[in-house]
């Protein structure tokens, strides 16, 4: 596996891009290059990454993890990276797991976290209707699409026309990739259980969204091959 872009969203959260810069920096593999996006930043972030000496991209005013999406499809693309793989920092457990995750890339050109350990139990609501929704009309079979821990190989990045901001860019990519026959893996991946509760409740504020999947799908049909 070569060439691949690891970046990392910090949503105007300078502490927490302070507390695991130097474990983000030190990435002990050389086929990944590290970049840090930080999404709504303060004012004396850049200096401090310039500083640091590592890529990051500032996005002055919150974009969301759409617009992060996009940042980091556009970085990877002007680099010539065959991969990007994209999680937020509070996320970030340690490089051998990341090596793990993009493993996935050998059989798969869109992999996607699913944050949901077996064990988890708490009511999952809204956010499991619009699963059963999305997998109902597309013929997928993912547990958590909205994660924002994803893959992309960079070979498929002019199939894709990311337009949304927030979260629900993660809906495009799955849409649009299953319109064109990428194929999509999902994976268990690790992540804070304390944040996967309020991240749940999120997709409730996010306008319209069964309204917007069903946009999507008539821009993208999903269409069996050999029909």
């Not at 050998?106 to 929704?133: C, M, W």
């Amino acid at each position: 596996m070569s060439d691949i872009l690891a970046a990392f969203v910090a949503r105007n959260n300078k502490e927490l891009i302070q507390k695991n810069l130097d474990n983000i920096q030190e990435c002990p593999f050389p086929n990944m290059m590290p970049l840090i996006i930080d999404d709504g930043a303060e004012i004396e972030s850049a200096s401090e990454l310039a500083d640091a000496g590592i890529h990051f991209v500032i996005h002055e005013e919150p974009l969301g993890y759409g617009g992060a999406l996009v940042s980091a499809l556009s970085y990877a693309r002007d680099f010539s990276l065959h991969y990007l793989f994209i999680m937020p920092v509070e996320a970030f457990t340690g490089w051998q797991a990341i090596a793990t995750y993009v493993q996935h890339f050998e059989t798969s050109d869109i992999i996607t976290g699913n944050r949901l350990p077996s064990s988890y139990s708490a009511p999952k609501g809204f956010y499991e209707e619009i699963v059963t929704y999305l997998n109902n009309e597309t013929g997928l079979h993912i547990v958590d699409p909205l994660s924002p821990v994803k893959g992309i190989a960079m070979k498929h990045c002019d199939s894709f026309e990311i337009t949304e901001f927030s979260d629900t860019a993660f809906l495009q990519l799955l849409i649009q990739a299953r319109h064109f026959h990428i194929s999509i893996k999902e994976f268990q991946c690790s992540y804070p259980e304390s944040l996967i509760a309020s991240q749940m409740q999120d997709v409730e504020d996010l306008p319209n969204i069964k309204d917007f999947i069903a946009g999507e799908l008539y821009l993208y049909p999903y269409i069996q091959k050999g029909h």
